[in-house]
T-cell receptor
């Protein structure tokens, strides 16, 4: 069965800290891995990764994919209170469960 | 451009009833995907519609169905509601089929089944 596992499930840090969120997967016919940020209701897209070893970067956020070890990390440097959210990892795959399989998310709380 | 809109925003139903949720995509977007989010299972893909045809389907029972109209608006129907169907139902639209990196999500419909 296809699955996506995120860790940790929750994390509390202070402003200025650097955090690393993990996402591992076991899927059939991997196509891409996506990261989303969910603050209230609607997730917003962060990154899409398809190739190993190529870092995607946007401001203080960056992400990289390792297709050999089947995981991805999302780094956030110099965290701010506005980074508090649930970060979701999803894998687009060609298995029987449908195209997009989500992890349970990591709830990040950034304290001032 | 207006964003993705979902109606109703909140809904309370009882077991055994059926429910229809509506999603209006961003103008020009032809793909609409539906997701269910619960505390226990997280976010799960339900199905994707593109050009009025269901293109992909997640691992949900047949009680969950949907359709898309010629104006790209989509509806999702759940029949014979169960307590476990209580969830936030999100829809997302994109221009192309399966363009998950270009999806915009709506605010969701919170369904409570009593």
């Amino acid at each position: 069965e296809d699955k996506v596992v995120q860790s940790p499930l929750s994390l509390v840090v202070h402003e200025g800290d650097t955090v690393t969120l993990n996402c591992s997967y076991e899927v059939t016919n991997f196509r891409s891995l996506l990261w989303y940020k969910q603050e209230k209701k609607a997730p917003t897209f962060l990154f899409m990764l398809t190739s190993s070893g190529i870092e995607k970067k946007s401001g203080r956020l960056s992400s990289i994919l390792d297709k050999k070890e089947l995981f991805s990390i999302l780094n956030i440097t110099a965290t701010q209170t506005g980074d508090s959210a649930i970060y979701l990892c999803a894998v687009e795959a060609g298995g029987s469960q449908g195209n997009l399989i989500f992890g349970k998310g990591t709830k990040l709380s950034v304290k001032p | 451009k207006a964003g993705v809109t979902q109606t109703p925003r909140y809904l309370i139903k009882t077991r055994g009833q059926q429910v229809t949720l509506s999603c209006s995509p961003i103008s020009g977007h032809r793909s609409v995907s539906w997701y269910q989010q619960t505390p226990g299972q997280g976010l799960q893909f339900l199905f994707e519609y593109f050009s009025e045809t269901q293109r992909n389907k997640g691992n949900f029972p047949g009680r969950f169905s949907g359709r898309q109209f010629s104006n790209s608006r989509s509806e999702m129907n759940v029949s014979t509601l169960e307590l476990g169907d209580s969830a936030l139902y999100l829809c997302a639209s994109s221009e192309g089929r399966g363009s998950y990196n270009e999806q915009f999500f709506g605010p969701g419909t919170r369904l409570t089944v009593l």
